[in-house]
């Protein structure tokens, strides 16, 4: 669990689906301790063996199954001192079309995607003790819809609750953004759709988990606090 004893007037973030070291929710982690963050990440087995790609390598932190409507209270119990900054990079991400997607398959992308993203923005909202103007939710978003239809479905549910937490959450001094890096570099990607990506991408490569982990430090810092209520691309100019 990347956790260190709190400090005074120490900034906490929670982020959440940082388990795998090559992907973009533990990228963020590493980023934002280097601002001078205390950490907290959460991470689930579960996921990391239905889905491998890229998880050759894991970070330690508090497993969590947000399908389960009681983990995000249980969560913030577990965190110790006030979380300042919220940063949502979890995500059940099956492939799926239109035809053949099942109705369990769905029910769960939006269990993980919109449901605990929803109850895990209000308990933070409900425990929020920080400067009024400093809290952050930062999302992870996706316009991925063809042939991924769970998926991208439930993302569209996450923006509209990302929307919602901005325009409600302001007399708390917390403001909330949406972020779609687009296709990044997390082990997914095959030779063949790589090079196909780079023949879409103006800078000619595809995204790294660091790419994003900028923006959200941005986001989380004190510089991003005009920001709000925003669904950014920042996906390299990809078409």
């Known amino acids: 669990m990347r956790k260190t004893a709190p400090l005074k ?7 959440t689906g940082a388990g795998r070291k090559a992907g973009i929710g533990a990228a963020i982690a590493t980023r934002l301790e280097d601002d001078g963050w205390t950490v907290v990440t959460t991470h689930w087995s579960d996921y990391d ?6 998880a050759d390598e894991t970070v330690q932190g508090i ?20 979380v300042q900054a919220l940063v949502l990079a979890h995500c059940e991400s099956v492939d799926s079309s239109l035809l053949d997607t099942t109705v369990d398959s769905f029910d769960r992308h939006f269990a993980v995607n ?22 952050r939710i930062v999302t992870l978003t996706s316009d ?14 996450l923006d509209r609750i990302t929307l919602a937490a901005a325009g409600e959450l302001g007399h708390l001094g917390i403001t909330a953004n949406a972020v779609n890096p687009g296709a990044t570099e997390t082990g997914w990607i095959t030779d063949p759709l790589r090079e196909t990506l ?8 595809v995204g790294t988990p660091r790419d994003c982990a900028g923006l959200v430090a941005f986001l989380c810092g004190p510089e ?7 669904v950014l691309v920042a996906n390299g100019g990809a078409a």
């Open 9 to 15: 007037n120490k900034r906490t973030a929670l982020v």
């Open 198 to 205: 780079k023949q879409h991408t103006p800078l000619g490569r």
């Open 144 to 157: 991925h819809v063809v042939h991924n239809l769970p998926y991208g479905a439930s993302k569209g549910a």
């Open 114 to 135: 919109a449901r605990a993203s929803w109850l895990l923005i209000r308990e933070f909202a409900k425990r929020y003790r920080g400067p009024h103007g400093a809290g």
């Open 224 to 230: 991003g606090g005009w920001v709000n209520g925003q």
């Open 63 to 82: 497993e969590a199954d947000l399908a389960d409507p009681e983990t995000p209270a249980r969560l913030f119990d577990q965190i110790d001192g006030d």
């Open 49 to 54: 063996r239905r889905m491998p790609w890229g």
